[in-house]
């Protein structure tokens, strides 16, 4: 019995003590640089953004968790340029991955304000298409079309890390970057050919 009533007590002053820590509500958004790694070749960077919302719950003065829900514009961007038969070529291909992402992260704070954070986050599919933009001798052209859905994994796993600083007002500016986990292709040649996205994200958001 006093064994119950001393989990009870800790339970209770547990749960108060997280009350009493200031949970935030938040929304943030900013840059994408996003692109491939694996077994690709000459990928750059899709300039693109994110924008979502996030919950801080702390646990204490120094730690806390931080989950979020971000629309999040990936991809990468291929640029080729020569000549072919003697006709100069130049052009660029952009692949447009678009992913409703969530992170969870844990959040360290060193100093007031400015933290370390780390964790998983998962990434579902929303958004799969293609540009390209080029010429051939004199010739342009210019368009976009969709991927084939069969051909890419509905789900991207990645781990996240960065760090944020927030000032007393409650703006925040935040960097992190996003190691992809999981193979974006989902072809027949998916176990030959992978494929992970890559994404540095500069944020800028306000939470209270």
């Known amino acids: 019995m006093k064994k119950l009533c001393f989990i009870t007590a800790i339970t209770i002053m547990s ?4 009350k009493a820590q200031e949970v935030r509500i938040g929304a943030k958004g900013g840059l994408n640089l996003a692109t ?27 730690f806390s968790i931080q989950p979020e829900i971000l629309y999040s514009a990936q991809g990468a961007k291929y640029d080729d340029a020569g000549s072919f038969g003697g006709v100069p070529y130049n052009y660029t291909v952009t692949t447009k991955l678009d992913y409703i992402q969530v992170p969870v992260m844990a959040k360290v704070y060193l100093v007031e ?3 370390l954070e780390a964790g998983p986050q998962v990434a579902f599919l929303v958004n799969d298409k293609y540009e390209y933009d080029g010429d051939l ?8 079309g969709d991927l084939d859905e069969n051909d890419l994994s509905t789900i991207d796993v990645s781990l996240g890390a960065g760090a944020s600083y927030r ?4 703006l925040f500016l935040g960097a992190r970057y996003n190691f992809g986990l999981s193979n974006v ?3 027949a040649d998916k176990d030959d050919y992978k494929i992970h996205n890559n994404v540095l994200q500069l944020s800028v958001g306000y939470s209270f």
């Not at 750059?44 to 120094?62: M, Q, Y």
């Open 137 to 144: 001798g004199p010739f342009e052209g210019s368009g976009e």
């Open 36 to 62: 491939f790694s694996g077994d690709v070749e000459n990928a750059d960077n899709r300039t693109a953004f994110h924008l979502g919302g996030l919950v801080e719950i702390p646990f204490s003065e120094r």
């Open 185 to 187: 292709n989902d072809a």
């Open 113 to 115: 304000g400015l933290a």
């Open 167 to 170: 000032l007393p007002m409650g």
């Open 15 to 18: 749960i108060t003590a997280m």
